[in-house]
């Protein structure tokens, strides 16, 4: 009798790990279902690119006195604008490369950052169709910290 009840016992653990299982796959497939991604756009031009970059910068505070642009001629079809910005020490680099990021991604961009130490200085390149279009330097610069 009790190899009955521990047969009976063992297809009742089996039976319920089955139906948790469908709960939680059928869950996952409503989550996704519903799920609302972010809507893709494209680049209309490397204006509005320049445009994204000058905005997040501008929502972090960023003066346009602190702000240089330059080029560099890849070949003899293309040139990459580079951004060079000074910020005091207290601004997080890390933050704007998040915000920067998450601005591009809807336009299928992405960024990839490289922290130089140990100035703590960071280069954001900014790719889009596999191809590097834009790099922003950010550097630390400690006159900026002193108050006039």
């Excluded at 009790?2 to 796959?25: D, M, P, Q």
């Excluded at 910068?57 to 702000?67: C, F, I, K, N, T």
Aim: charged share 20%; glycine share 2%.
């Amino acid at each position: 009798m009790s190899e009955e009840k521990a047969e009976i016992l063992k297809n009742n653990k089996r039976v319920w790990i089955t139906i948790l299982l469908l709960a939680s796959c059928l869950t996952a497939a409503a989550l996704l279902w519903g799920r609302q991604g972010v809507p893709a756009r494209s680049l209309a031009s490397t204006a509005q690119l320049d445009s994204l970059i000058i905005q997040t910068l501008d929502l972090h505070g960023v003066a346009s006195e602190q702000v240089r642009q330059s080029e560099i001629t890849i070949d003899s079809t293309f040139t990459r604008r580079v951004y060079s910005v000074t910020v005091p020490f207290d601004f997080s680099k890390t933050t704007y490369h998040y915000d920067l990021h998450s601005v591009l991604l809807p336009y299928s961009a992405t960024t990839v950052g490289k922290v130089q130490f140990p100035e703590k200085n960071i280069a954001i390149q900014i790719l889009y169709n596999s191809r590097v279009l834009r790099t922003v330097h950010l550097r630390t610069d400690p006159l900026l910290d002193q108050s006039p």
